[in-house]
């Protein structure tokens, strides 16, 4: 069993920062790829991004692509998303997960959940 749980969410105004953050406990993640997921109110869970834990390789939704960061650190069994450049239509509960080896989109692949955290951003 793998938990997840992540951090930082809050308010942030359109063109600001925000990082997330996903600690994770009860496995070591060397065989596990992570993915961030984000779900608004009325819409589908979509992709963000993901991570390969043991090579760092990075995938991005093209929504995202050159504003969001995913990163870890092995030490903190910790995954990190630096959201930059927010705008209004990023806002929604973002989820970390995890699953067996490579990052996949569909979230139905994903085998464990973090309990999610708001990201508003208004002015």
């Known amino acids: 069993q793998v938990q997840l749980v992540e951090s930082g969410g809050g308010l942030v105004q359109p063109g600001g920062s925000l990082r997330l953050s996903c600690a994770a406990s009860?496995?070591?993640?060397?065989?596990?790829?992570m993915g961030w997921f984000r779900q608004a109110p009325g819409k589908e869970r979509e992709f963000v991004g993901g991570?390969?834990?043991?090579?760092?390789?990075?995938e991005y939704a093209d929504s995202v692509k050159g504003r969001f960061t995913i990163s870890r650190d092995n030490a903190k069994n910790t995954m990190y998303l630096q959201m930059n450049s927010l705008k209004p239509e990023d806002a929604a509960v973002y989820y970390c997960?995890?699953?067996?080896?490579?990052?996949?989109?569909?979230?139905?692949?994903?085998?464990?959940w973090g309990q999610g955290t708001q990201v508003t951003v208004s002015s």
């Open positions: 997960a995890a699953r067996l080896l490579t990052i996949v989109i569909h979230s139905t692949q994903y085998n464990y």
């Open positions: 009860g496995r070591t993640l060397v065989n596990y790829a």
């Open positions: 991570i390969r834990w043991s090579s760092g390789r990075t």
